[in-house]
């Protein structure tokens, strides 16, 4: 069975930091291409930045230039770096993967940006 398990959200002001973790069990992470998506209330779930087995990074333009993306494959774990966050990126963020033609998600983290 795939497991999925996000860690790192919470509540910071406009401007700041964070860094959210996913950790994966279950399947054959080296291989394994990563998404992470979030979801704002009222929302549809939606994409934010890939990072496939071998490296390659995409974001969304919303999130370019203040988001990135690393993975370690010895720890099975993806990580989101989030910088110069904003209200709108308000949401529950969600690591997505996919194992033989099936999506899997985890639960969610709650990343609230509010002063």
């Known amino acids: 069975q795939v497991y999925l398990v996000e860690s790192g959200g919470g509540l910071v002001q406009p401007g700041g930091s964070l860094r959210l973790s996913c950790k994966a069990s279950?399947?054959?992470?080296?291989?394994?291409?990563m998404g992470w998506y979030r979801q704002a209330p009222g929302g549809q779930r939606e994409l934010v930045g890939t990072?496939?087995?071998?490296?390659?990074?995409e974001f969304v333009d919303s999130v370019k230039g203040r988001f990135t993306i690393s993975r370690d494959n010895v720890r099975r774990t993806t990580s989101l770096q989030m910088n110069s966050l904003t209200p709108e990126d308000t949401a529950v963020y969600y690591c997505?993967?996919?194992?033989?033609?099936?999506?899997?998600w985890g639960r969610g983290t709650q990343v609230t940006i509010s002063s």
């Open positions: 279950g399947i054959n992470f080296r291989l394994a291409d």
């Open positions: 997505n993967t996919k194992s033989r033609g099936r999506d899997f």
């Open positions: 990072i496939t087995s071998d490296n390659k990074i």
